[in-house]
């Protein structure tokens, strides 16, 4: 039985590769799990799959175990998916219903293999971005071990969600949810999303890593249909699978932390607050959020609209070795201007940094609706300390744009997302 094992695990592994192509010992910095050696996290599907196979051949209680130990390294990444199969793992028997099944209860159950409590189910799922749900007993509820997730806006799912299948061959990228954020100084927490792009989980990506932007008002940013006042939310990751595809943005990952209800004062209208919050983003949020995911260690972006835009200029221009780039999305940048301690009075102590910048506006600037006004006279004084007037990236940059008209809402800045993102990770 062990032969047959190291045969299995070595064809999926790429053991049988022809002489002189390159396998994962030969790689800088292979990610490598386990005692098998599978390939880390996703990308280690195919091996763990082979594990699978043999374990349940013939209950061999080394192969179950190994297969434990696999499984146990990926508790909470959710369905292994390889080669038209995919490996679900339940803490109980449950049917898993999803659109490549047609939403059938029933049609792919799992149970418990080799009579251990490793509670199973392999099943074909093609190429592609799948919703899906467990159902026990009649009800219906999110994959709770599985962290990707889609917003979903039918009538009949309380969660208003449901967990995500996105194969690493789907072009398709997906959120997932991170460890919730909490600061003891602000005495709150808040959720912590984030976007991984298509190909994340890709074996050849295994060591890939990527760069990251950091937004604000986490609630409103993605897909969700519900949110906003009915405004929808800016669907960033709709804008970044187009862009990515078509080539004109690098592959990102976004990391989204919701607002507090202390979120005005946060973000700008409270002195005291604003500081908190800037030391919490910097040395608490960010760290940890970083640590869950494939971070290239190079400086990371910030953006947000309106306060959001506010806080993500301080952050931007007061901590240039931890920001390459910033974006403000009609910003508010009126609190202070009675006293002097707007951000127009600020930028002077601030000087001139090595920060990329995208500014931009609606409205109008003779009636400063939608903070116009404001925006220009924040970009001149920048232009005056050394920026330069270009949406190419770079240590001077300064990229303005102006939406006419445009209203102070997620359905505006949806429509200007394409335009910050070419500017901050170009392709």
């Given at each position: 039985m062990?032969?047959?094992l190291?045969?299995?695990?070595?064809a999926?592994?790429?053991g049988?590769a022809s002489p002189?192509?390159?396998?994962?010992?030969?790689?800088?910095?292979?990610?490598?799990d386990?005692?098998s050696?599978?390939?880390?996290?996703k990308?280690?599907a195919?091996c763990v799959?082979a594990?699978?196979?043999?374990a349940?051949?013939?209950?061999?209680?080394t192969a179950v175990?190994e297969?434990?130990?696999e499984l146990?390294?990926r508790?909470?990444?959710?369905?292994?998916w390889a080669?038209?199969?995919?490996?679900f793992?339940?803490?109980?028997?449950?049917?898993?219903?999803?659109?490549f099944?047609?939403?059938?209860?029933?049609?792919?159950t799992?149970?418990?293999i080799?009579?251990?409590d490793?509670v199973?189910a392999?099943?074909?799922?093609?190429?592609?971005y799948w919703m899906?749900?467990?159902?026990r007993n009649?009800?219906?509820?999110?994959?709770?071990?599985?962290p990707?997730?889609?917003?979903?806006?039918?009538a009949?799912n309380?969660d208003?969600?449901?967990s995500v299948l996105a194969?690493?061959?789907s072009n398709?990228g997906?959120?997932v949810?991170?460890?919730r954020?909490c600061s003891t100084?602000?005495?709150?927490c808040r959720e912590?999303t984030?976007?991984?792009?298509?190909?994340?989980?890709?074996l050849?990506?295994?060591?890939?890593r990527?760069p990251?932007?950091?937004?604000?008002?986490?609630?409103?940013?993605?897909?969700d249909?519900?949110?906003?006042?009915?405004?929808?939310?800016?669907?960033?990751?709709v804008a970044l699978?187009?862009?990515?595809?078509a080539?004109?943005?690098t592959p990102v990952?976004?990391?989204?932390?919701?607002?507090?209800?202390?979120r005005n004062d946060?973000?700008?209208l409270?002195?005291?607050?604003?500081?908190a919050?800037i030391?919490f983003q910097v040395?608490?949020?960010?760290?940890?959020a970083?640590?869950q995911?494939?971070w290239?260690?190079a400086?990371?972006?910030?953006?947000?609209?309106s306060l959001?835009?506010?806080?993500?200029m301080?952050?931007a221009?007061?901590?240039p070795?931890t920001?390459?780039?910033?974006a403000?999305?009609s910003?508010?940048?009126?609190?202070?201007?009675?006293?002097?301690t707007?951000?127009r009075?600020?930028?002077p102590?601030?000087g001139k940094?090595?920060?990329a910048?995208y500014?931009d506006h609606g409205?109008?600037p003779?009636?400063n609706?939608d903070g116009?006004?404001d925006?220009?006279?924040?970009?001149d004084?920048?232009?005056d300390?050394?920026w330069?007037t270009?949406?190419?990236?770079g240590?001077?940059a300064?990229?303005y744009?102006s939406a006419p008209?445009?209203t102070?809402?997620?359905l505006?800045w949806?429509e200007?997302?394409?335009?910050?993102?070419?500017?901050?990770f170009p392709?």
């Amino acid at each position: 039985m062990r032969t047959i094992l190291v045969l299995i695990l070595l064809a999926a592994c790429g053991g049988g590769a022809s002489p002189g192509a390159p396998d994962a010992s030969s790689q800088p910095d292979a990610a490598i799990d386990g005692a098998s050696g599978c390939p880390a996290g996703k990308a280690g599907a195919a091996c763990v799959l082979a594990l699978h196979d043999a374990a349940i051949a013939g209950c061999d209680v080394t192969a179950v175990a190994e297969l434990r130990t696999e499984l146990d390294e990926r508790a909470d990444l959710g369905p292994l998916w390889a080669d038209g199969r995919a490996l679900f793992r339940t803490d109980s028997p449950a049917s898993i219903a999803g659109d490549f099944n047609g939403w059938v209860d029933g049609a792919l159950t799992t149970s418990a293999i080799c009579s251990s409590d490793l509670v199973l189910a392999v099943g074909a799922v093609p190429t592609g971005y799948w919703m899906y749900k467990l159902v026990r007993n009649g009800a219906w509820s999110l994959d709770t071990d599985n962290p990707a997730f889609a917003f979903d806006d039918f009538a009949g799912n309380a969660d208003g969600k449901n967990s995500v299948l996105a194969t690493p061959d789907s072009n398709r990228g997906y959120l997932v949810t991170l460890d919730r954020a909490c600061s003891t100084a602000l005495g709150n927490c808040r959720e912590v999303t984030a976007y991984l792009p298509a190909g994340y989980d890709a074996l050849a990506n295994v060591d890939r890593r990527y760069p990251v932007l950091f937004m604000h008002d986490g609630q409103n940013v993605w897909d969700d249909h519900d949110c906003c006042f009915g405004h929808t939310g800016w669907e960033v990751n709709v804008a970044l699978d187009a862009e990515i595809a078509a080539g004109r943005v690098t592959p990102v990952i976004v990391i989204a932390a919701a607002q507090s209800g202390a979120r005005n004062d946060e973000y700008g209208l409270s002195a005291t607050k604003l500081a908190a919050f800037i030391d919490f983003q910097v040395s608490e949020l960010q760290p940890q959020a970083l640590a869950q995911v494939r971070w290239d260690g190079a400086r990371v972006a910030v953006a947000g609209s309106s306060l959001g835009g506010l806080v993500s200029m301080h952050l931007a221009l007061g901590y240039p070795q931890t920001y390459a780039s910033g974006a403000s999305l009609s910003g508010a940048f009126w609190p202070g201007k009675n006293d002097g301690t707007a951000l127009r009075d600020r930028l002077p102590g601030f000087g001139k940094k090595p920060v990329a910048i995208y500014l931009d506006h609606g409205g109008n600037p003779a009636t400063n609706s939608d903070g116009a006004a404001d925006t220009l006279e924040v970009r001149d004084i920048m232009l005056d300390l050394g920026w330069s007037t270009t949406c190419t990236v770079g240590a001077d940059a300064l990229c303005y744009h102006s939406a006419p008209g445009a209203t102070h809402d997620e359905l505006a800045w949806k429509e200007r997302t394409p335009l910050f993102l070419r500017f901050l990770f170009p392709r």
